[in-house]
């Protein structure tokens, strides 16, 4: 899931930006962006990195394996054709 962390890094470098007749709100405007920000991210279909790269480690594997097997299905189409021919 999303690192709460970087959340608030984020959070913290938008309130930063503000100008200084703005961050008097600043405390009550950066729980409001945090709250709509893990909701909003939340509503998203996402993965984290690392489910990411296991599931591209398991897609080569799986990628891997198939061509292993198409290559050995030709080969028996092979055999089989040249027994009925022989």
């Known amino acids: ?3 709460p962390k970087k959340i ?6 938008v ?12 405390d009550n ?6 709250t709509v920000l893990q909701n909003k991210l939340a509503q998203l279909d ?6 990411f790269d ?3 480690q398991v897609l080569a594997r ?3 394996k198939l061509e292993a097997l198409e290559s050995e299905l030709a080969e028996i189409k092979a055999s089989l054709a040249k027994n009925d021919q022989g």
């Open 46 to 51: 996402v993965v984290s990195r690392e489910e």
């Open 15 to 26: 309130v930063d930006a503000m100008p200084a007749s703005v961050k008097t709100f600043a």
């Open 54 to 56: 296991i599931q591209t």
């Open 1 to 3: 899931m999303i690192d």
């Open 62 to 64: 799986t990628r891997a």
């Open 29 to 34: 405007a950066e729980e409001k962006f945090k």
């Open 8 to 13: 608030e890094q984020f959070a913290n470098q």
